[in-house]
Protein backbone atom coordinates (compact mmCIF):
# COMPACT_ATOMS: atom_id res chain seq x y z
CA UNK A 1 0.00 0.00 0.00
CA UNK A 2 1.29 3.11 -1.14
CA UNK A 3 2.62 5.51 1.99
CA UNK A 4 1.14 8.95 2.17
CA UNK A 5 3.31 12.26 1.70
CA UNK A 6 1.98 15.48 2.95
CA UNK A 7 2.37 18.45 2.09
CA UNK A 8 2.85 17.71 -1.59
CA UNK A 9 4.72 21.02 -1.79
CA UNK A 10 5.99 23.49 -0.08
CA UNK A 11 7.96 26.55 -0.49
CA UNK A 12 10.34 28.05 1.60
CA UNK A 13 13.22 31.11 1.57
CA UNK A 14 16.45 30.57 2.27
CA UNK A 15 17.30 30.20 5.99
CA UNK A 16 13.56 28.80 7.02
CA UNK A 17 12.97 25.03 8.28
CA UNK A 18 10.56 22.08 6.62
CA UNK A 19 8.99 18.90 7.93
CA UNK A 20 7.54 16.45 5.08
CA UNK A 21 5.64 13.56 6.46
CA UNK A 22 5.10 10.18 5.36
CA UNK A 23 2.24 7.60 6.53
CA UNK A 24 1.17 4.17 6.35
CA UNK A 25 -1.68 2.15 6.82
CA UNK A 26 0.62 -0.71 7.22
CA UNK A 27 2.86 -2.00 10.37
CA UNK A 28 6.34 -0.95 9.08
CA UNK A 29 9.95 -2.36 9.24
CA UNK A 30 11.82 0.67 7.44
CA UNK A 31 11.36 4.12 6.06
CA UNK A 32 14.00 5.44 3.31
CA UNK A 33 14.04 8.75 2.22
CA UNK A 34 15.37 10.26 -1.46
CA UNK A 35 15.47 13.40 -3.03
CA UNK A 36 15.05 13.77 -6.54
CA UNK A 37 16.27 16.84 -8.59
CA UNK A 38 14.48 17.45 -11.89
CA UNK A 39 16.01 15.26 -14.62
CA UNK A 40 18.54 13.27 -12.13
CA UNK A 41 18.07 10.05 -10.73
CA UNK A 42 16.90 9.91 -6.71
CA UNK A 43 19.75 10.20 -4.15
CA UNK A 44 19.57 8.49 -1.15
CA UNK A 45 19.58 10.29 2.47
CA UNK A 46 18.91 7.82 5.04
CA UNK A 47 17.27 5.21 6.22
CA UNK A 48 15.17 4.63 9.45
CA UNK A 49 14.57 1.17 10.72
CA UNK A 50 11.93 -0.45 12.97
CA UNK A 51 13.45 -0.16 16.88
CA UNK A 52 16.56 2.18 14.93
CA UNK A 53 17.41 5.80 16.51
CA UNK A 54 16.75 9.23 14.97
CA UNK A 55 18.58 9.63 11.85
CA UNK A 56 20.28 12.39 10.57
CA UNK A 57 23.27 15.20 9.97
CA UNK A 58 23.20 18.38 11.21
CA UNK A 59 20.72 20.36 8.89
CA UNK A 60 18.71 17.01 7.54
CA UNK A 61 17.26 14.66 10.01
CA UNK A 62 14.24 12.36 10.60
CA UNK A 63 12.42 10.27 12.62
CA UNK A 64 10.20 7.38 13.06
CA UNK A 65 6.91 6.51 14.67
CA UNK A 66 6.75 3.08 14.93
CA UNK A 67 3.33 2.94 16.64
CA UNK A 68 1.70 5.44 13.93
CA UNK A 69 3.52 4.24 11.39
CA UNK A 70 4.86 7.72 10.59
CA UNK A 71 8.19 9.08 9.60
CA UNK A 72 8.83 12.96 9.17
CA UNK A 73 11.88 14.09 7.35
CA UNK A 74 13.15 17.85 9.11
CA UNK A 75 15.19 20.28 7.20
CA UNK A 76 16.44 23.26 8.71
CA UNK A 77 18.14 26.50 8.04
CA UNK A 78 17.31 25.04 3.93
CA UNK A 79 19.72 25.84 1.45
CA UNK A 80 18.97 26.59 -2.05
CA UNK A 81 20.11 23.49 -2.46
CA UNK A 82 17.60 21.24 -0.82
CA UNK A 83 15.60 22.15 -3.85
CA UNK A 84 14.66 18.60 -5.19
CA UNK A 85 11.62 15.92 -4.32
CA UNK A 86 11.62 14.37 -1.68
CA UNK A 87 10.19 10.70 -1.46
CA UNK A 88 9.64 8.37 1.20
CA UNK A 89 9.83 4.62 0.58
CA UNK A 90 8.49 2.14 2.71
CA UNK A 91 8.64 -1.82 3.87
CA UNK A 92 6.29 -3.86 5.70
CA UNK A 93 7.65 -6.97 7.21
CA UNK A 94 8.97 -9.76 5.46
CA UNK A 95 11.31 -8.55 3.13
CA UNK A 96 8.60 -7.27 0.42
CA UNK A 97 9.53 -4.40 -1.84
CA UNK A 98 10.17 -0.86 -1.23
CA UNK A 99 6.31 1.12 -1.95
CA UNK A 100 7.45 4.89 -2.65
CA UNK A 101 4.80 8.07 -1.95
CA UNK A 102 3.94 10.24 -4.60
CA UNK A 103 6.71 12.72 -3.31
CA UNK A 104 7.00 16.26 -1.73
CA UNK A 105 8.00 18.88 -4.21
CA UNK A 106 10.29 21.50 -1.91
CA UNK A 107 11.51 24.68 -3.48
CA UNK A 108 13.46 26.86 -1.88
CA UNK A 109 13.96 30.70 -3.14
CA UNK A 110 16.56 33.37 -2.11
CA UNK B 1 31.84 1.15 -12.53
CA UNK B 2 31.12 3.35 -9.73
CA UNK B 3 27.32 3.72 -10.11
CA UNK B 4 24.29 2.39 -11.64
CA UNK B 5 24.40 2.44 -15.08
CA UNK B 6 21.63 2.63 -17.46
CA UNK B 7 20.73 2.78 -21.70
CA UNK B 8 20.30 4.08 -23.54
CA UNK B 9 19.34 7.56 -22.11
CA UNK B 10 16.87 8.42 -24.13
CA UNK B 11 14.88 6.03 -26.16
CA UNK B 12 12.15 7.39 -28.61
CA UNK B 13 10.35 4.39 -30.89
CA UNK B 14 6.91 4.27 -32.97
CA UNK B 15 4.14 2.38 -31.09
CA UNK B 16 4.00 -1.50 -31.49
CA UNK B 17 7.44 -1.90 -31.46
CA UNK B 18 9.92 -3.59 -28.77
CA UNK B 19 12.26 -2.07 -26.69
CA UNK B 20 15.03 -3.30 -24.45
CA UNK B 21 16.59 -1.23 -21.93
CA UNK B 22 19.59 -2.23 -19.65
CA UNK B 23 20.89 -1.77 -16.40
CA UNK B 24 24.74 -2.42 -14.93
CA UNK B 25 24.48 -2.45 -11.59
CA UNK B 26 27.37 -1.51 -9.30
CA UNK B 27 30.03 -4.62 -8.42
CA UNK B 28 28.83 -6.57 -5.82
CA UNK B 29 25.55 -5.37 -5.52
CA UNK B 30 23.49 -8.56 -4.88
CA UNK B 31 19.73 -7.04 -5.66
CA UNK B 32 18.51 -5.26 -8.98
CA UNK B 33 15.38 -3.14 -8.93
CA UNK B 34 13.13 -1.69 -11.90
CA UNK B 35 11.34 1.18 -11.64
CA UNK B 36 8.71 3.01 -13.69
CA UNK B 37 8.28 6.89 -13.26
CA UNK B 38 5.64 8.57 -15.18
CA UNK B 39 5.98 12.99 -15.58
CA UNK B 40 5.43 14.42 -12.12
CA UNK B 41 4.87 11.01 -10.64
CA UNK B 42 6.34 8.86 -7.91
CA UNK B 43 8.16 5.47 -8.72
CA UNK B 44 6.30 3.15 -9.25
CA UNK B 45 8.00 -1.03 -8.41
CA UNK B 46 8.14 -3.18 -11.57
CA UNK B 47 10.45 -6.00 -10.61
CA UNK B 48 13.41 -6.74 -8.27
CA UNK B 49 16.35 -9.51 -8.53
CA UNK B 50 17.74 -11.16 -5.63
CA UNK B 51 20.72 -13.28 -6.19
CA UNK B 52 19.70 -16.41 -7.67
CA UNK B 53 16.42 -16.48 -6.19
CA UNK B 54 13.67 -16.68 -8.45
CA UNK B 55 12.84 -12.32 -9.13
CA UNK B 56 9.77 -10.79 -8.02
CA UNK B 57 7.55 -9.42 -10.38
CA UNK B 58 4.56 -8.80 -8.47
CA UNK B 59 4.85 -5.35 -10.00
CA UNK B 60 5.00 -5.48 -13.88
CA UNK B 61 1.88 -3.90 -15.14
CA UNK B 62 1.60 -6.35 -17.96
CA UNK B 63 2.75 -9.54 -20.10
CA UNK B 64 4.36 -7.03 -22.44
CA UNK B 65 6.64 -6.41 -19.50
CA UNK B 66 9.72 -9.12 -18.82
CA UNK B 67 12.92 -8.82 -17.05
CA UNK B 68 16.55 -10.81 -17.26
CA UNK B 69 19.59 -10.94 -15.38
CA UNK B 70 22.32 -13.35 -15.68
CA UNK B 71 23.80 -13.83 -11.99
CA UNK B 72 24.59 -10.59 -10.60
CA UNK B 73 25.16 -8.40 -13.51
CA UNK B 74 23.55 -6.83 -15.95
CA UNK B 75 19.75 -6.77 -16.30
CA UNK B 76 17.19 -6.15 -19.36
CA UNK B 77 13.93 -4.65 -19.06
CA UNK B 78 11.72 -5.85 -22.56
CA UNK B 79 8.62 -4.02 -23.47
CA UNK B 80 6.96 -6.03 -26.20
CA UNK B 81 4.44 -4.18 -28.69
CA UNK B 82 4.93 -0.78 -26.68
CA UNK B 83 2.02 1.77 -26.42
CA UNK B 84 2.00 5.24 -25.80
CA UNK B 85 0.85 4.62 -21.80
CA UNK B 86 4.52 3.55 -21.40
CA UNK B 87 5.88 6.44 -22.13
CA UNK B 88 7.72 7.18 -18.83
CA UNK B 89 11.53 7.03 -17.09
CA UNK B 90 12.51 3.64 -16.38
CA UNK B 91 14.94 3.83 -13.70
CA UNK B 92 17.14 0.98 -12.44
CA UNK B 93 18.56 0.76 -8.53
CA UNK B 94 20.86 -1.33 -7.00
CA UNK B 95 21.65 -2.43 -3.69
CA UNK B 96 24.16 -4.78 -2.00
CA UNK B 97 21.31 -7.07 -0.90
CA UNK B 98 17.35 -6.70 -0.25
CA UNK B 99 16.34 -5.64 3.02
CA UNK B 100 14.85 -2.78 4.45
CA UNK B 101 18.46 -1.84 5.85
CA UNK B 102 19.95 -1.39 2.66
CA UNK B 103 20.18 1.75 0.78
CA UNK B 104 19.00 1.68 -3.07
CA UNK B 105 21.52 2.97 -5.71
CA UNK B 106 19.93 4.33 -8.73
CA UNK B 107 21.22 4.72 -12.23
CA UNK B 108 20.47 8.30 -14.61
CA UNK B 109 17.20 6.34 -15.93
CA UNK B 110 16.15 5.85 -19.42
CA UNK B 111 13.72 8.20 -21.11
CA UNK B 112 11.05 5.97 -22.80
CA UNK B 113 8.88 8.11 -25.48
CA UNK B 114 6.25 6.08 -27.91
CA UNK B 115 4.97 8.25 -30.86
Known amino acids: QQPVQSPQAVILREGEDAVINCSSS?????VHWYRQKHGEAPVFLMI?????EQKGHEKISASFNEKKQQSSLYLTASQLSYSGTYFC???????????FGKGTRLSVIA | GAGVSQSPSNKVTEKGKDVELRCDPI?????LYWYRQRLGQGLEFLIY????????KSGLPSDRFSAERTGESVSTLTIQRTQQEDSAVYLC?????????????FGDGTRLSIL
Open chain 2, 93 to 105: ASSFRTGGDQPQH
Open chain 1, 26 to 30: KALYS
Open chain 1, 48 to 52: LLKGG
Open chain 1, 89 to 99: GTEGTGNTPLV
Open chain 2, 27 to 31: SGHTA
Open chain 2, 49 to 56: FQGNSAPD
